[in-house]
């Protein structure tokens, strides 16, 4: 028996077989081997089959952050096989649960089924795969020739024994791979090792189905004997259904029935669940559905059915100002707010001669990925198959099982491509209305898509967060030396202690929190929590300079001069080198800058950092123009150069909608804005010039994220450029409701 | 009622409610799933598609008015991918999600049939559909390299 190999202080198994007449290999949690009812067949994470092809079976959803890509350039770090001949499957996570994780032994319960690639260990597994498989490969290749393993070399899926020049194909001794026992496993590549990792950016695999239109996505599946359905949900969220006139739409062409979904209705698997986020937020609103043989009909359908609702609880918040008001009186009385964050002792701050204080307040935003909601299922007495497109295969697997009650051995779940999550399509709430439709229409494929209006106002938005920042300063340097949060909001994720200020800089810090009863629901948009308190953080900090008499970038880097994670330091010198800092412009043009991290967890040495410098020009009239962000970042280091600059291309393009667009708003306790008519998106024309520098990278040996962290630096920076160009202080986004005029 | 639709080339009669967009006549009943549907309302330009040569949202004009008219999908851009737009956006990496992104070539494709090289100001003026993951800065910089390998051909 050979040794386990260890990842991440767990063993696993290395397991090999003959799949479709090729090799098949396998990386198996040692504990599950032993459980009693695991499946014994191979789970295999890779198939080299005869005709030379690689198949990879990724966890990880492609949801446009490359993750598969990354994931198969793990594996061909250390496998050696020709890139062109390389295809990506999803793996199964029916398959993963009845193999005690067979697909996801790095992070169980976790998300393995989500996410990106390079997260823990994850990369060394897969190179673990790629190593095993080449070496089985060679090994091979040595019985055939009656020569030493060592003595052939593996490239390009190619098996050279050196010294004759004999040549052998993988595929060609694929079959006898999976019959090899090596004594021990190879070891994997360490960083400096490394031929691929680092070094190249292959563009993504997706892309090719991409341009030519036949990439699937959850709204493209077709399936045999499929119908259609169109949804309605109580306008106001955490209302009910009183009743609806079906009488009023019998007989119009397609329609095959109205069902309803109720919130309260018992639902359930008697079991442990291991559904990586819950399902506390996943839980279904009061829904009608008109189900037809095709989406048109259906639509059409279900706006002429007559629906009555009860309002319920939100009608104590008919109006956005209400909500608004409620959170910033909420600010003024510390009856009920949590504590966060206590770092030193902040009395002194009420005594000091000098103070900043200011109040500042973000707005409900829709994530609204382009692709709008949607999914297909089919509920049968013993089986459910869900094609659908998450950001986490296993949150929908279990969503799934829950809502219809099936247990998960017979719960099927197809991932697709996604067209856009930032967050949206993280909990799976759409899965468990999808699933809560279909379950109603048993026997037939229904496949469910919610409108744009439908979607945006059944939302779960970024919250609205108000807060009052207090700090005092020091006499002689201008530099904090106590800071004191209070916010209010409904939601979750507050994040305001994830930042270095906190760590060291500032020495006497409180943040609290007061949770407020709002009926419009919060969830997770891209960077949660972080992308209001950096706007909030970097806006103050700037005051706080402005207070100081000091120059923003030297008040900054005074602040993290002595902070132990060199990458603040050097993100900040990048930017202001690059860009220019303190150039000549003339009035109402501008830079402005900004530093945030998102994923510190508290650590000094965590996360990614990011450095902005915006310049922009606003007319006497109030105009706005961006013209251009410079970014430079920190996230240790880089591991796919051209895909972590795409990412931080975008998500500046990302975090500059939000600041300057976006705003969803309440009147008669109903979301107001439903289409890109009345929630703007930046266009081409729009979009400024973007440049992503390289130099804030401080080498530490981590792979931090990079999806998230340029959502929260690009609008405070564009906010400060705006106040060195007008005078104007922007407390609040979105930036374009307000008066942007000077004189 | 029966309409018949020239897709690519080729002519398809079906049963449909003359009233349908076109947007749902390509992708339900016909099964062109290329065109993407977006917003149903003409702003994201995700249903981009040729009309008659023309870039057109497909969401926004009815299977009667759509019948007829020589229409191009996504899937009839090239037999094989070998459009300079689709070689450049495979070269240059440019989608994130991808979901805009076959309406953004359709559209870039209609611009490039008469503006054979287009500059900043003509990418800003004739192409306004949405992506939500902000690819714009390589999807400005794909249409150029397009556009420069079209003229070479």
Known sequence: MTKPVMLDRRSFLVTTGTVAGGFALSLTPALAQQRAGAIAELNPWVVITPDNVVTIRVATPEI?????????????????????????EQASTTRDYLSYGGYSPIHPAAAFFGGRSTMGQRTKAMQQVGASARERLKAAAALRWNVAAS??????????????????????????????KLAAEPAIRTPDQWKRLGKTSPSKLTIPQIVNGSGIYGVDVRVPDMVYAALRQSPVHGGKLKRYDESKIKGMPGVLAVVTVDPDEPRGVAMMSNAPYGYAMTQPRAAVAVIAEHYWQAHKALEALPIEWDDGPGAAWPTTQKIQDAAIAALDSDDNAR?????????????????????????????????????????????????????????????????????????????TLVGGGFGRRLESDDVRMVVAVAKRFPGRPVHVIWSREEMMRQGKYRPVVAAKLTASLDEKTGLPTAFVAKQASRGHYPRFADTAYFMGPIPNVRIDARELPFHVEPGPYRGPGYNSYAFMQETFIDECAQAAGVDPLDYRLRLFRDFPNPGWVKSLEDVAKQANWGKKLPKGRAQGLAISAWGLNGQKTLGTVVAVIA????????????????????????????????????????????????????????????????????????????????????????????????????????????????????????????????? | MA?????????????????????????????????KFGCGIGQCGACTVHLDGQATRSCQISAADAAGQPIRTIEGLSPDSSHPLQKAWIEMNVPQCGYCQAGMIMAAAAMLETVHNPTDEDIDGLIDNICRCGTYTRIRAAIHKAAAEARKA
């Open chain 1, 64 to 88: 446009g952050n490359g993750a598969m890509t990354q994931a198969a350039l793990a594996i061909a770090e250390e496998l050696e096989c020709d890139w062109s001949t390389i295809r990506t």
């Open chain 1, 339 to 415: 504590s966060e964050m206590i770092v030193g002792d902040v009395s002194g701050i009420a005594t000091a001669k000098k103070r900043v204080e200011q109040t500042y307040l973000t707005p409900y935003c829709d994530q609204a990925p382009l692709e709008p909601l949607n999914g297909t299922a089919l509920v049968t007495r013993d089986r459910v198959e869900l094609w659908h497109g998450p950001q986490n295969t296993q949150q929908a697997f279990w969503v799934a099982s829950d809502e219809s009650g099936m247990v998960p051995e017979r719960v099927f779940v197809h991932q």
């Open chain 1, 151 to 180: 003595d052939i070399v593996a490239e390009k899926s190619t098996l050279t024994h050196s010294a004759s020049g004999r040549k052998l194909t993988y595929g060609d001794v694929a079959a006898d791979a999976g019959k090899i």
């Open chain 2, 3 to 35: 309409l018949e639709f020239k897709i690519n080339g080729k002519s398809e009669a079906i049963e449909v409610d003359p009233e349908t967009p076109l947007l749902w006549v390509l992708r339900d009943h016909l099964g062109y799933t290329g065109t």
């Open chain 1, 615 to 743: 310049e922009v020009s606003v007319t006497k009239a109030g105009e706005l123009t961006v013209h251009k962000l410079d970014a430079s970042f920190d996230c240790g280091r880089v591991m796919n150069r051209d895909e972590v600059a795409n990412l931080i291309q975008g998500g500046l393009i990302f975090g500059l909608n939000m600041a300057l667009n976006e705003e969803i708003t309440v009147a008669d306790s109903r979301i107001v804005e439903g289409n890109f008519d009345t929630y703007p998106m930046l266009r081409l024309r729009d979009a400024p010039e973007i440049a992503v520098h390289f130099g804030g990278l401080s080498g530490l040996d981590r792979y931090s994220e990079i999806g998230e962290p340029p959502v929260g630096t690009a609008g405070p920076a564009v906010g400060n450029a705006i106040f060195r160009a007008t005078g104007k202080r922007l407390r609040r986004q979105p930036f374009l409701k307000q008066d942007l005029s000077w004189v």
